[in-house]
């Protein structure tokens, strides 16, 4: 077992005995830091190693910097300050050497990121290795430049980018491809140079090209106008013929997942010809058939068939599709919301959510299946649910969802019960012409989670009762039994209390009944009782005079 | 924006539906207001919020929090700059083995947010889904052995195809570390970057082939060993 004392002991012993040791290894170094048994132990490590690196930079010491580089990047990686550190990448990346630059930028990358002003420094280096002759670092230099471009750095270097786009070697091409993305999404403006290489790109055969080139195209419509009607009009049949072929295929091991060649070309493929197709009838039409054959032949046994099925129907809901489309991709997600993946099921309720804006109806079709959904044991699940379900309400089926909900608030966590009450007030209020019903349904959810109801819910409660003389007398006994059965939500508390105040002539003499009523025995003292108890509870929060409160409301049972 | 995706829009609703003030009648809000607080003087200036008790419990990581709790600051400040956000790797005791941030973050606002998620993904059960939300953006994430790979990415974007991004790179270094484990990637943390920067650019997907992936980080690698070669003075980190 490493302990930090013997590690220190072996770097002094390799000190006196070789002056001109160059102090621990990385991988020493490593283990320094994972035996510490303390913060401090830690930090003394760290400080150690951060000042022997200050003296090899500033001694420039050249036999171990990709050593000093690695170190600084795993203390950066802790947390520790290493700014010092930054001007090391900038030399790395300058040196001659493929290792150098590797190492030099990868700590750009780790080190820096593109708010800093070092960072522009780094530009001129990168404009001589975009033009390398090894390609290998033309590829170094391209990634980290896709990674961690400025938008000064983009508008300079994006002619070089561009040229790239036209080498031969297509793992450059696929960098460039992707470089170019974060260029356009830096500089929107220059979206428009880069639309015809990225059309006639996707010709190419090799699928990181083409990954690559199809995913910039996508980036180009969202940048520009332009871009989007010339992709739209040179590029649909291109897009119609790959991903034809790559469902066709017959079994690639080099691309083969789960029985699928190339799942991510098929996603990227799709998802492009959803931004083409938006609003577009007639590049709609021209991809009609080939989403038919993806939405029918996939298997949907494994995760990677059912994330093309996923990114298929979002496409056929995207677009202007024909209804035989649009009824393909409903079925999909009504297999999706019975599957028995969590997985699966989340996303269903995520499609479910878009489906309503295309077909409310059938979307209805899978109500009960949603509700069991709000009971899930998975949070992610249930708030999906909760929200689908609130999309769901209508007057026909509002009494028995409500029902549902309520009865699922009693015993749902607490975690939950928030946004659950929240959901359910909403609802009842928007449907609350049936008074009688949603008097009921507010009484439950004041007595189960009252305390998560928010003021002007229960404000606007307190209104409809004071409106509607009929029920008040309901009202005034339902809340007195429910004050009687649990006082412990305050909003019930409040309300009943008003409420007593207010109608309690009608508590103590049965005023009013309703047909579904029975008659109750309240006497005065009853009354008092139950308001003393209930104010006394909450006495911290209503500092009044109880005795003063019991003589109102003897006037006031009196009047 | 145009592009919205119709779901975002529905959620806000949700969220925040309006409320119409209710109608103004005889029985207004104000008259049994000046009643009831001449029994109880605390109401006389406007009801208090009603605080909502929440049961604290006891496990020692804070529960994940609801999204719309969250804070809104990184929310609308950061355009979508990328399909993946940044990729974490954390171990089971929250410690962090590998990070790459393709968004612009501050060195104050990662610490944060790892703290932040590692609170939220640490604690999900097993038989959840790999799916977190998590201040308006998802958070897909997998377990494999001691080790969470986790990617952020966008609402509206494909959070199944970005576990198959995660299980692509685990197979690339598996391949390359040969039955990788957490202390390949403690120890060889650089190599495991030069990996995934032929995984993905700009938080992109940029080769499909595990095989290329492999052969093309192979050539880098013998392109080293062989400068240390010649040179015979490039020190054995």
Known sequence: QDSVERIVEDAAMDLSLNPFSSGTRLRDMIRAIRASKTAAEERAVVRRECAAIRAAISDNDQDYRHRNMAKLMFIHMLGYPTHFGQMECLKLIAASGFPEKRIGYLGLTLLLDERQEVLMLVTNSLKQDLNHSNQFIVGLALCALGNICSAEMARDLAPEVERLLQTRDPNTKKKAALCSIRIVRKVPDLAENFMGSAASLLKEKHHGVLISVVQLCTELCKASREALEYLRKHSVEGLVRILRDVSNSSYAPEYDIAGITDPFLHIRVLRLMRTLGQGDADCSEHVNDILAQVATKTESNKNAGNAILYECVETIMGIEATSGLRVLAINILGRFLSNRDNNIRYVALN?????????????????????????????????????????????????????????????????????????????????????????????????????????????????????????QGYSVRSLYKALQASGTQESLVRVAVWCIGEYGEMLVNNISMLDVEEPITVTESDAVDALELALKRYSVDFPGDVTKLSEDTSNCCAE | PA????????????????????????????????????????????????????????????????S?????????????LAMINFVLLISRQGKVRLTKWYSPYTQKERTKVIRELSGLILTRGPKLCNFVEWRGYKVVYRRYASLYFCMCIDADDNELEVLEIIHHFVEILDRYFGSVCELDLIFNFHKAYYVLDEILISGELQESSKKNVARLIAAQDSLVEAAKEEAGSISNI
Not at chain 2, 23 to 51: E, F, Q
Not at chain 2, 68 to 80: E, I, N, Q, T
């Open chain 1, 351 to 471: 499609m479910l959510m878009k489906a309503m804006a295309v077909d409310t109806l059938a979307v209805q079709r899978h109500r009960v299946t949603i509700l069991e959904c709000v009971k899930d044991a998975d949070v992610s699940i249930r708030k999906r649910a909760l929200e689908l379900v609130y999309l769901l309400v209508n007057d026909t089926n509002v009494k028995p969802l409500t029902k549902e909900l309520v009865d699922y608030l009693e015993v749902s966590d607490d975690d939950f019960k928030e946004d659950l009450t929240a959901k359910i007030c909403s609802i009842v209020e928007k449907f609350s012409q049936d008074k009688l019903w949603y008097l009921d349904q507010m009484f439950k959810v004041l007595t189960l989670t009252g305390n998560f109801v928010k003021d002007d819910v229960w404000h606007a409660l307190i209104v409809l009762i004071s409106n509607a003389p009929e029920l």
């Open chain 2, 68 to 80: 719309s709790r969250a804070s809104a600051d990184l929310r609308g400040r950061r355009p979508s």
């Open chain 2, 3 to 66: 592009n919205r995706p119709v779901w975002l829009n529905a959620g806000k609703q949700i969220a925040h539906p309006t409320r119409s003030r209710p109608p103004s009648t005889d029985a207004d809000p104000r008259r049994w207001h000046s009643r009831l607080s001449a029994i109880l003087p605390s109401l006389a200036t406007g009801c208090h919020p009603v605080r909502p008790r929440r049961q604290i419990r006891a496990a020692t990581p804070t529960r994940p929090r609801s």
